[in-house]
C-alpha cells in the first residue's frame, strides 16, 4: 500500500516511517503543507497521515483542499488537539478517520488497514499503460512493445512516478523525495544521472513516450 506521511516533527516522522515500512508499506514522507498538497495530488497514495499542525498550510486546511479536488486517497487527520469539536472539525474538512496525539502504534496500523478495506478504489491500478509503455505495479515490472525492459529500483520509481502523473510536469524536488526520500543527500546531478539512464533504456528497447526536460522545472513523460 502507498502511504504519504505529512508530519514535521523529525523523530516522530523517521519512527513513523521505520514503523510503517516495516508493515510492508511503501512510504513517502514530507514535513509541511504545501509539500503535502502537491504530493497528494499525484493520485500515487492509497491513504494520506495529515499532521493537523504544519508550516504552511494546516492538515485541515490541505484535506479541504485536496476533497475539493475530488481526491479519492483515504485520509487520516493525525493530531494532539483531542476536543469533540476539534474532531468534529476534522472529519467535516473531509478526514476518514482521525487519531489522536499520543497514540499507540498498533491501533494507528488497524486503523489505515481498516481505511483501505473501507475504500471504494482498489488499493493500486495494477496495470499502468501510456503508448507502448505497460507498467505492472504489483510485478515492479515494465514492457515495451510487449517485451520486458530490465530497470533497476531507482528506474523503476521514476518511470512510476511519471506514468501515474502522464502530461503533468513534476518537479525536481517531487522526483529526488519521492525517489530517495525527503531527508536523503540527493543532489540534481544524480536525479539528471537517474533520467539519463532511464532514457537510454527507453529509446533502445523504441519506446514511443520520452522523458522530457521542461526548463527550470522538472520532468514529464510524454
Given at each position: 500500500?502507498?502511504?504519504?506521511l505529512?508530519?514535521?516533527?523529525?523523530k516522530?516522522?523517521r519512527?513513523?516511517?521505520h514503523m510503517?515500512?516495516k508493515?510492508?508499506?511503501?512510504v513517502?514522507?514530507v514535513?509541511?503543507?504545501?509539500s503535502?498538497?502537491?504530493?497528494?495530488?499525484?493520485g500515487?497514495?492509497d491513504v494520506?497521515i495529515l499532521d493537523?499542525?504544519?508550516?504552511?498550510?494546516?492538515g485541515?486546511e490541505v484535506?479541504e483542499a485536496?476533497r475539493k479536488?475530488e481526491?479519492a486517497s483515504?485520509?487520516?487527520?493525525l493530531?494532539?488537539?483531542?476536543?469533540v469539536?476539534?474532531r468534529?472539525m476534522?472529519l467535516?474538512?473531509g478526514?476518514?478517520d482521525?487519531?489522536?496525539?499520543p497514540?499507540e502504534f498498533d491501533?494507528?496500523?488497524a486503523?489505515i488497514?481498516?481505511?483501505?478495506r473501507?475504500s471504494?478504489?482498489p488499493?493500486?491500478e495494477?496495470?499502468?499503460?501510456?503508448?507502448s509503455l505497460?507498467l505492472?505495479?504489483?510485478a515492479?515490472?515494465?514492457?515495451?512493445?510487449?517485451?520486458?525492459?530490465?530497470l533497476?529500483?531507482?528506474e523503476?520509481?521514476?518511470?512510476?512516478t511519471l506514468?501515474?502523473?502522464?502530461g503533468r510536469?513534476l518537479?525536481?524536488e517531487?522526483?529526488?523525495?519521492?525517489?530517495?526520500?525527503?531527508d536523503?543527500?540527493?543532489?540534481?546531478?544524480?536525479l539528471?544521472a537517474l533520467v539519463?539512464?532511464t532514457?537510454k533504456?527507453?529509446?533502445e528497447?523504441?519506446?514511443?513516450?520520452?522523458?522530457k526536460s521542461?526548463?527550470?522545472?522538472?520532468?514529464?513523460i510524454?
Amino acid at each position: 500500500m502507498n502511504v504519504l506521511l505529512a508530519e514535521d516533527d523529525l523523530k516522530l516522522g523517521r519512527l513513523l516511517v521505520h514503523m510503517l515500512k516495516k508493515e510492508f508499506h511503501q512510504v513517502d514522507w514530507v514535513t509541511d503543507g504545501e509539500s503535502a498538497y502537491d504530493y497528494s495530488t499525484t493520485g500515487l497514495y492509497d491513504v494520506i497521515i495529515l499532521d493537523w499542525m504544519m508550516p504552511g498550510r494546516n492538515g485541515q486546511e490541505v484535506c479541504e483542499a485536496l476533497r475539493k479536488e475530488e481526491c479519492a486517497s483515504s485520509i487520516l487527520m493525525l493530531t494532539a488537539r483531542d476536543s469533540v469539536d476539534d474532531r468534529v472539525m476534522g472529519l467535516d474538512s473531509g478526514a476518514d478517520d482521525y487519531v489522536v496525539k499520543p497514540f499507540e502504534f498498533d491501533e494507528l496500523f488497524a486503523r489505515i488497514r481498516a481505511l483501505a478495506r473501507r475504500s471504494n478504489k482498489p488499493l493500486q491500478e495494477d496495470t499502468i499503460v501510456v503508448g507502448s509503455l505497460v507498467l505492472n505495479r504489483g510485478a515492479h515490472t515494465l514492457q515495451i512493445h510487449d517485451l520486458p525492459v530490465l530497470l533497476t529500483h531507482k528506474e523503476y520509481q521514476l518511470i512510476e512516478t511519471l506514468m501515474c502523473n502522464t502530461g503533468r510536469v513534476l518537479t525536481r524536488e517531487q522526483l529526488i523525495s519521492k525517489i530517495w526520500g525527503v531527508d536523503a543527500d540527493v543532489t540534481d546531478n544524480n536525479l539528471d544521472a537517474l533520467v539519463k539512464l532511464t532514457r537510454k533504456k527507453l529509446r533502445e528497447a523504441k519506446a514511443e513516450q520520452e522523458i522530457k526536460s521542461v526548463r527550470n522545472v522538472g520532468y514529464q513523460i510524454v
